[in-house]
């Protein structure tokens, strides 16, 4: 499994309509938070290590209505 956390820019009042739509229509979303700062969300997904994490944002997050940007982080350990 690969993690990776998107940040997303939403259009302006999208913020809240995006998130949903992530968490309803993405299988690979786990969690989405809002955000302050540049960017209005923080989306926590897990992918396959087979699954290619560029086309995954620009196939699945990138073309959800009403965002605008991306700014993916890729994770490499998580510490407890």
Known sequence: MQTIFIMVKCE???AYAVADQAVQQIEAVSEVHSISGQYDLLMKCY????DDIGRFVT???QT???VRDTFTLIAYKAFA
């Open 12 to 14: 302006l009042g999208k």
């Open 47 to 50: 992918l396959t290590q087979e």
């Open 59 to 61: 196939d699945h997050v």
């Open 64 to 66: 959800l209505p009403g």
